[in-house]
């Protein structure tokens, strides 16, 4: 486009199993969409392919094909936060995934019920940024952290 030039690269299963990351190289600048929700519980879309080990190991890969200083555009953001970020807000929504992946592994090995896990709407500790928990439903967050530790 122009001198610009723009690629677009699938990393694999995340938000669902088609998101792309848009890169705009001579800009330095890389729209995430989908992927990325800046300190905000994600849709995550299930029945359309998503996975959050596979979202964690995206944001994890995305930052290796971009400069350190490289803006990224957000798909999404918490009320009066930026939808522009660094590799750092990256890091943190991964951090936010393996977090809750690790208290819903807790909660299931204590022998607590999928309906007592579901039913916790209190924010996740170290992301109370994030809010908390609504309605349990096939993609929110909570629901599929539980789906992926029971089955796999």
């Known amino acids: 486009m122009g001198d610009e030039r723009v690629t677009a690269r699938h990393y694999g299963r995340a938000h ?10 001579r800009a330095n600048v890389a729209h995430m969409g989908d992927l990325m929700f800046n300190q905000r519980h994600p849709v995550v879309d299930r029945p359309a392919g998503a996975t959050l080990r ?4 995206v944001l994890e890969r995305v930052p290796k094909d971009h400069a350190a200083d490289t803006v990224y555009i957000f798909g999404h953001a918490n ?17 936010y995934f393996g977090a809750l992946l690790g208290f819903v ?18 924010p996740l500790a170290g992301f109370e940024s994030f809010g908390r928990f609504g309605q349990a439903s096939a993609r929110d967050p909570l629901t599929v952290a539980y789906e992926e530790v029971t089955t796999s």
């Open 16 to 25: 669902t199993s088609g998101d792309i990351v848009v890169t705009f190289e």
């Open 79 to 95: 009320t009066g936060l930026p939808v522009t970020g660094d590799q750092r807000d990256l890091a943190r929504l991964r951090d």
């Open 54 to 57: 596979g979202w964690m190991s």
């Open 105 to 122: 592994e807790t909660q299931v090995k204590a022998g607590r019920t999928r309906d007592e896990i579901l039913a916790m709407r209190e």
